[in-house]
T-cell receptor
């Protein structure tokens, strides 16, 4: 079956760039997603990328997709304390929309 | 979260009792999902629905049942709660197209 893997933890200093990595196995994925979860809250969609794209930029967020290596990354520029959260990578595993999630990366931003 | 609400937000129950969690949406989305979130396991799919009275099992469905009698409501029932079902439960909805899921705020369930 499909599998999505992420590193579990990332520590970054305020003002630096954060890069969160994700690998997936389903080569038929059509969309790939990044979600953010703040403490005590549900997951919030940050951005997504269509599988025929290599890069997508949205303000401080840059998503890079390497389809050959099945590797997805999320770069957060000028990381702020409000960016401390768990970040989930997900792939669209079925044509009608069921998503497969990674285990999440805990990002801690230090002053 | 806009368009999706979960109730209750918190619940403590005793082992062996039945528990029902409710997910309500106002988006008229076709697809609805129940996940549980536990440390070290990320999100695990319990059950999902692709329409009224159309449901299917996810990867961790044992001990859970669901019902969807109306588009807007998706109920998750723990038939006889066990301590291993202590978790945070999330409902999500999705429509067609690329927009992914919208998640509810979660229900924190403690089984004592």
């Amino acid at each position: 079956g499909e599998d999505v893997e992420q590193s579990l933890f990332l520590s970054v200093r305020e003002g630096d760039s954060s890069v969160i990595n994700c690998t997936y196995t389903d080569s038929s994925s059509t969309y790939l997603y990044w979600y953010k979860q703040e403490p005590g809250a549900g997951l919030q969609l940050l951005t997504y990328i269509f599988s025929n794209m290599d890069m997508k930029q949205d303000q401080r967020l840059t998503v890079l997709l390497n389809k050959k290596d099945k590797h997805l990354s999320l770069r957060i520029a000028d990381t702020q304390t409000g960016d401390s959260a768990i970040y989930f990578c997900a792939e669209k595993a079925d044509s009608w929309g069921k998503l497969q999630f990674g285990a999440g990366t805990q990002v801690v931003v230090t002053p | 979260d806009a368009g999706i609400t979960q109730s209750p937000r918190h619940k403590v129950t005793e082992t062996g009792t039945p528990v029902t969690l409710r997910c309500h949406q106002t988006e008229n989305h076709r697809y609805m999902y129940w996940y549980r979130q536990d440390p070290g396991h990320g999100l695990r799919l319990i059950h999902y629905s692709y329409g009224v009275k159309d449901t299917d099992k996810g990867e961790v469905s044992d001990g859970y049942s669901v019902s969807r009698s109306k588009t807007e409501d998706f109920l998750l029932t723990l038939e006889s709660a066990t301590s291993s079902q202590t978790s945070v439960y999330f409902c999500a909805i999705s429509g067609e197209g690329p927009n992914g899921y919208t998640f509810g705020s979660g229900t924190r369930l403690t089984v004592v």
